[in-house]
């Protein structure tokens, strides 16, 4: 077979042809469990004929007017569905085409929001290792994803600066308590404002729960109320990217409700739209709307497709099924499920160090040697082999090497569908336990 396309890979991957629920249909007729969603994006699984014949229904009456002119009520209504009770001071949305032109909006809100209030000064972004923020210029930037950063390096602003992540099976030291190595990021943090000029620095940008980089990775207890405080001493934004943590994946519509705390600027997507169409977003704290809106009168940003009509009317029927079928009960339920599943078959296997996650959104990070949690040499590519070996048994997963440092360390995600049922689950895991001992 050839192909024309410039796949990820030298290989050409099998062309999958429909979708039904759970599973994706491949040309061969294989049937495969998507579980997890691509990189968490098909929240509510395949072919679902509400969201198709939403889009169709936005397509055929109007598939685009230029947001320089015009609004659509669908992107006024998802607006609605998304900010209903205004979660956390957040009042407006910025709709886009991906995850990545949500955090290059964030980050330009963020420098607008100061030039507009007179602290021109503010120019700096700190962010986190291991983070991924998107893969234009900008957000790979603000991002920490080694392995992603490395090529383009040259390329990419000095206006970053990276702290570690809050990452405590691979860097909470033996000898530190969970609040201690809290003190210890906290601390790292302040030295930073403290480098660069506390007045200098613009906004600090952190994924609420590591997705892919890292794999699933929770912050511990405290941790994001002491990065909020500290943004809050030295008058700066804190971004938070939610693109493949939020909208319901962690069992929350926003994974910050479980943070106590609340973002000023906040990038969405994969579970925004389900992947019906391509849609990012940023939710927008009032006090920066209104900083815009008072002042110069516009974001000095934009683009042709951004609020897309059709894109709009697919997320907001996906917005409407989440919440009209209460499917965030689904989720911590199925969560729940998942969670002990994955600690049965896994909890003691010599090659899983780690098993980690929330709500539907779970990692297994793989060990040569668990005691010491040795890595896998990256050459063996273990993440891939598991990868491989699950699509055999049918199940598709999201792998990833690097999980360290973007070199070292191997894990795959797993996040079903919100649909997912409690036969799918145990499928997943019984076919995965299989995949991780065939790849090992
Ligand atoms: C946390 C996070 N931010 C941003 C992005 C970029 O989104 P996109 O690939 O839609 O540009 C991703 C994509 O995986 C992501 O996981």
Request: glycine share 12%.
């Amino acid at each position: 077979m050839t192909s024309r396309v410039l796949h990820r890979s030298g290989a050409i991957p099998p062309i999958a042809v429909s979708g039904e629920g759970i599973h994706l249909i491949l040309a061969d007729g294989r049937r495969i469990i998507d579980a997890s969603g691509g990189a968490a994006v098909a929240c509510l699984g395949h072919g679902n004929r509400r969201i198709a014949e939403a889009m169709g229904r936005q397509a055929a009456t109007m598939a685009y007017a230029h947001t320089g002119t015009f609004s659509s009520q669908p992107a006024e209504d998802l607006a609605d569905i998304v900010l209903d009770g205004e979660p956390g001071g957040l009042s407006h949305a910025y709709f886009c085409s991906s995850g990545s032109e949500g955090t290059e909006a964030s980050l330009k809100l963020a420098r607008q929001y100061f030039v507009e209030i007179g602290q021109s000064q503010r120019v700096h972004f700190i962010a986190r290792r291991q983070g991924y923020h998107g893969n234009t210029l900008g957000a790979l930037a603000a991002g920490g994803n080694m392995m992603r950063r490395a090529l383009y390096e040259p390329m990419l602003s000095a206006a970053f600066s990276l702290v570690s992540p809050c990452f405590a099976y691979r860097f909470k030291r033996d000898d530190e308590s969970d609040a201690q190595y809290v003190d210890r990021l906290a601390g790292e943090l302040e030295a930073e404002f403290q480098r660069l000029g506390p007045d200098t620095v613009a906004a600090v940008l952190a994924e609420t729960v590591v997705g892919a980089t890292t794999g699933c990775v929770t912050a511990l207890p405290g941790y994001f109320q002491r990065m909020r405080a500290i943004c809050d001493r030295h008058g700066a934004l804190l971004i938070l990217d939610e693109v493949m943590c939020g909208m319901g994946r962690t069992g929350t519509v926003h994974a910050w409700e479980q943070e106590g705390i609340s973002p000023d600027l906040q990038v969405v997507a994969k579970g925004l739209g389900g992947g019906y169409q391509p849609i990012g977003g940023v939710l927008i704290g009032r006090r920066i709307v209104d900083a815009i809106t008072q002042g110069s009168g516009g974001f000095m940003h934009g683009h042709t497709y951004q609020a897309h009509p059709v894109a709009c009317a697919a997320a907001l029927e996906v917005q409407r099924i989440i919440r009209g079928e209460k499917l965030l009960d689904n989720i911590r339920a199925m969560g729940a499920r998942l969670e002990t599943a994955l600690i049965e078959r896994f909890g003691n296997h010599r090659h899983v160090g780690d098993i980690r996650g929330r709500g539907l959104f779970w990692a297994l990070e793989f060990v040569a040697d668990r005691g010491g949690k040795m890595e896998f040499d990256p050459a063996l590519k273990v993440n891939e082999r598991v990868k491989r070996e699950a699509l055999v048994r049918g199940v598709a997963i999201y792998p990833m090497g690097g999980t360290i440092d973007g070199r070292r360390g191997d894990h795959v995600v797993i996040a079903p569908p919100y649909i997912a049922t409690a036969s799918d689950i145990d499928t997943i895991v019984e076919r995965l336990g299989d995949a991780v001992d065939a790849a090992i």
